[in-house]
Structure formats: C-alpha cells, structure tokens
C-alpha cells in the first residue's frame, strides 16, 4: 500500500504568521498535485509539479518538489483567514491516471 | 462554466434501500473517478473509469456499482445500503495520465446518510 503522509494534521495560527506543510512519501511520483478543501466543498487544485527540486510560487503559497519526488512542502507566507481549510496532497505514480491522496492538513487562521 | 456537478446533494437512507449517484462534467475529461471521504480516513478511490464504456475497482469497491455509458457522466450505485456506507462522496474528473496528469476537477460532493 502506499502512502502519502502529511505532517502536521492539524495547525491553528494567527493572522500574518507563517507555516509549513510536509507531504512524505517512500514512492516515487511522476507527479503531485495540492489542493485545499473547503467545508461541504470538494478540492480544488492549487497546482501540479512534475520536475525533482521545481518551486512553483502562487502569490504567497510556495510549492516544493523535493529532488527525488518522494516528497514535497507547502509553505505559506503571512497567513491569512483566507487560507483557513483542508489541504490534501495527491501524487500520482508511473503512467497511471489515478492519484493517492494524503490525509490532509487542517489549517485554522486566527483574525 | 460547470466543471463536475453531483447530484443529489443531500441524501438519507434506511439500511437496504438502493440508490444511484449522478455525476456530470462539461469539460469533455476522458478520466472520470468516485471517491468517499470519512473522517480519519482521507479520500478513497471507490471506483473509477479510463472511457466511455468503461470502468475499474478502486481501493474500496464492495457494496457499489458503476456505469459510464456516455463519456461526461458516471454513475455510483448502492444496492443495499449498508451504514458503514455513510460517506461524502465525491466524483471527480481529469485528463492525462502520469507526468501529463494535471489534476482533478471535483464535484461539490453527495452528504448519504445510511439509517
């Protein structure tokens, strides 16, 4: 089975701090893709990144692939109540079309 | 502007009773995908489809059924439900496959509640 493992599950923060999300896994992905759940929505996808050691950027959301595509960071710059929501990770393995999600990381931003 | 819409949205059901969830993309996705969410858990693939015609288990398939008959709809059968089946489901759509899988574009999800 695999796995994707997400660190920390929960996280409450005030208004302007920063935080990390870890997505770990011990496979390999051809790519993997974050989301951010909101309640009684489904996700929705914040971005895709395919290469070992890419950093993509989405305003004040940054997005790492580590080098050798086990793993990847979510960091987030002066949170804001905005932010507040379920972030999941999802990598996809080989060819396939499927993706295996992480269990998410519940964020809480204080006002 | 659609994207995937489930329905319905809501839904209670008394143990044995049988029901089909609808799920309908605009976008023309050859990937279409049913999933339940459950507290601890995180999404599961129930099952999923590659085309129109077809279909493939997922992680947790027993107890459901599905159809894709026309390419923009797949549809999730419970025949017997069961309340470990009190679930949020969600259908999700995408195109692609491994470093050409851009992601998935997700239904507002289907609240069952099995009594």
């Known amino acids: 089975t695999q796995l994707l493992e997400q660190s920390p599950q929960f996280l409450s923060i005030q208004e302007g701090e920063n935080l990390t999300v870890y997505c770990n896994s011990s496979?390999?992905?051809?790519?993997l893709q974050w989301y951010r759940q909101e309640p009684g929505e489904g996700p929705v996808l914040l971005v895709t990144?395919?290469?070992?050691?890419e950093v993509k950027k989405l305003k004040r959301l940054t997005f790492q692939f580590g080098d050798a595509r086990k793993d990847s960071s979510l960091h987030i710059t002066a949170a804001q109540p905005g932010d507040t929501g379920l972030y999941l990770c999802?990598?996809?393995?080989?060819?396939?079309?499927?993706?295996?999600f992480g269990t998410g990381t519940l964020l809480a931003v204080q006002p | 502007n659609a994207g995937v819409t489930q329905t319905p949205k809501f839904r209670v059901l008394k143990t044995g009773q049988s029901m089909t969830l609808l799920c309908a993309q605009d976008?023309?996705?050859?990937?279409m995908y049913w999933y339940r969410q459950d507290p601890g858990m995180g999404l599961r693939l129930i099952h999923y489809?590659?085309?129109?015609?077809?279909?493939a288990k997922g992680e947790v398939p027993d107890g459901y059924n599905v159809s894709r008959l026309k390419k923009q709809n797949f549809l999730l059968g419970l025949e017997s439900a069961a309340p470990s089946q009190t679930s949020v489901y969600f259908c999700?759509?995408?195109?692609?496959?491994?470093?050409?899988?851009?992601?998935?574009?997700f239904g507002s999800g289907t609240r069952l509640t099995v009594v």
């Open positions: 489809s590659v085309g129109e015609g077809t279909t």
């Open positions: 976008m023309n996705h050859e990937y």
């Open positions: 496979s390999v992905f051809s790519s």
């Open positions: 999700a759509s995408s195109r692609g496959s491994g470093i050409f899988n851009y992601g998935y574009t």
């Open positions: 999802a990598g996809a393995i080989g060819a396939t079309n499927k993706l295996i």
């Open positions: 990144v395919v290469t070992g050691g």
